[in-house]
Structure formats: structure tokens, C-alpha cells
């Protein structure tokens, strides 16, 4: 190779080096019926963007979050409830984003046919749920209203799959699970809500990253979140389109699409004071209930530095 040949090759190579380094990628997580990807696809959201997405989808956000502990992905939305547990656990996650929504669809359900009308008929029964899960803030969210101690009901741990198929199979007496499940349910096979989150739960569900995500894609992320929080306001004024594309990527009637969506009226809000007093009263709940060990703080996993790009009209004012 001539030595004007080598050098063309060299610095070709080094280009290439170069255009390689500056991509960056943000790994994000979703769970089934909630991921991110379809909210941002029908809004119109995707377009021109300036980083490579890899979408993951989980049944449920232990999952998720193991990913995200392990590294696996960077970023992704759980409940308030998972991502209490585990922060407490010393996963590296913080919450960069938040939505607010109706706890309505968060709920106990039963089949159709059982004799169970209220929380207070599963007294001394079984329940079904994932641990750490907003569905088992849930019951003991109830059992402290109700003056209870945890062993007044049986709470099984399992995931969303093995907890359909035990509802039906007499395994468990009641699902304490959250949307889209709670309407699948409902629509598909009759399950009747005996129990929901309205007035119990703060209906806060986070889109949360990992710390050296958030220092090393610290400009994607932002431009990620901005994305979402106008995705999510379009999403209220457009039902029905919406629930078209979700059906088509979920695998759920639109019907189920539509309860859920109308039902949880979802709202992204600014991490303010406010938000971060409902999830010290998350972790105040699990830690009374021996889940957690104590000390827990909710301003050093809550990062509110990513609210101007959520709501830069806010930023201006």
C-alpha cells in the first residue's frame, strides 16, 4: 500500500471511529400496555430524532427494574410502588419524570361468579401480586385503612401471567394488579373490581434512569422526556387514535385501550414538592410494613433537574 493510500485508509478509519463514538443509544424499557414506545410512535414523537432507541419490553416492573439494575437497559417506567423497593434494595435508579393518574384502574379484581364484594370479604383469603409491585402497595395500602396487621390476608408473589391463569383456577381469591390488566380482565373475561387505589394510592408512576445514564446521555434523556411529556398530553386529546396504534402493538382489543385510557386520565407533572411528600408516604408504607429498612429519603432519588425539558413552558415563565 502506497504511504498516500495508507493515510486515506487511516483517517477513513478514524471517521468511522468517530461517527461510531458520537452515536448514542438510549436503552428504554416498557412494560406490556405501558411502554413508552406507542404513546411516542401515534403522537407523532419519533420523528428526527438525534439518538438510536432500543425498546424492551417486561410483563411488569420487577422485571424492568432488574434490567435496569443489571445495567441492560438505561432507562424505563415503573409505579411508584417497584421503584421505592428498589431504591431501598440500593438499585442505582432515579426518577427523572412523572405522571399522575386516576388509581381507579389500579385494583383487587375477582371473578365474575365469586362472593367477594370488598376488601373486607378477602379478610383471611388469598391474594395474588407481585412483590414490591403497586399491586402490593395495594393491599397494604386497604389493610392500614382498615386497621389491619399484614397476615390478615395471604399474599402470593407471582407474576402477571401466573396470577390470570390462578384467578381462574380457584389458585387465588383475588388479583391485586393495575392497568392494562384490571380492564383486559374486565372486558374479556367478566372480573369484577372489589378494591381500588382511589383515595389510597398517589396514582404516580415514574420514568426513571440510571445515574450513569443520566450523566453520560444526559442530552438524549432530556430530549427523551420532552418527547414523552408532549406524547402523553396529545394522548388525552386523542383517544381513539391512540388506542388504534395500542391495540395493534399490545395484542388487546381497542375496547381495552379505551376503558384504560379514558379510566387512568393520564397527566405528566413536574417533580415538585408535592410529589416527592406522596412518595415519602410510599416509603413511610412499606417501611411500616417491614418491607424496606428505614432511612430512606425521597428528595436524593427524586431528580427534579430534568423538569425543564418535561415542561419548558414552565422553564420560561
Do not use: C
Not at 380492564?183 to 434512569?209: C, D, H, P
Amino acid at each position: 500500500m502506497s504511504y498516500r493510500r495508507l493515510i486515506v485508509a487511516v483517517f477513513s478509519v478514524l471517521a468511522l471511529t468517530s461517527a461510531a463514538q458520537a452515536e448514542v443509544v438510549l436503552r428504554i424499557g416498557g412494560q406490556k400496555g405501558d411502554a413508552p414506545r406507542a404513546v411516542l410512535e401515534t403522537a407523532g414523537e419519533l420523528k428526527d430524532l438525534p439518538y438510536r432507541i432500543e425498546w424492551r419490553e417486561f410483563p411488569a416492573a420487577a422485571p424492568l427494574l432488574e434490567a435496569l439494575n443489571a445495567g441492560a437497559i438505561d432507562a424505563g417506567g415503573v409505579g411508584d410502588g417497584p421503584f421505592t423497593f428498589a431504591a431501598a434494595a440500593g438499585a442505582p435508579v432515579r426518577a427523572i419524570a412523572a405522571v399522575r393518574t386516576k388509581p381507579e384502574g389500579l385494583a383487587i379484581l375477582v371473578p365474575k361468579d365469586s362472593p367477594m364484594n370488598s376488601f373486607h370479604d378477602l379478610i383471611g383469603k388469598t391474594i395474588g401480586t407481585g412483590r414490591g409491585s403497586i399491586g402490593h402497595l395495594l393491599i397494604l395500602a386497604h389493610l392500614r385503612k382498615a386497621g389491619l396487621k399484614q397476615d390478615a390476608v395471604t399474599i402470593r408473589f407471582m407474576q402477571p401471567a401466573e396470577a390470570n391463569s390462578a384467578l381462574f383456577t380457584g389458585a387465588i381469591d383475588g388479583w391485586s394488579t393495575w392497568e392494562p390488566y384490571t380492564s383486559q380482565l374486565e372486558l374479556l373475561n367478566g372480573a369484577r373490581r372489589v378494591a381500588t387505589g382511589v383515595g389510597l394510592t398517589s396514582g404516580i408512576t415514574y420514568f426513571v434512569a440510571r445515574p450513569d445514564a443520566i450523566e453520560s446521555k444526559r442530552e438524549a434523556l432530556q430530549d427523551f422526556v420532552g418527547r414523552l411529556s408532549r406524547a402523553r398530553a396529545w394522548s388525552n386529546e386523542h383517544y381513539e387514535a391512540y388506542a388504534e396504534v395500542w391495540s395493534k402493538l399490545v395484542g388487546l382489543p381497542k375496547e381495552v385501550a379505551l376503558q384504560y385510557f379514558k379510566r387512568q386520565d393520564v397527566r405528566p407533572v413536574p417533580l415538585d414538592d408535592s410529589v416527592v411528600a406522596d412518595e415519602q408516604n410510599t416509603i413511610s408504607l412499606y417501611e411500616s410494613a417491614g418491607l424496606i429498612p428505614p432511612g430512606l429519603d425521597a428528595g436524593k432519588i427524586i431528580d427534579r433537574s430534568f423538569n425543564d425539558a418535561a415542561f419548558p413552558k414552565r422553564a420560561q415563565r
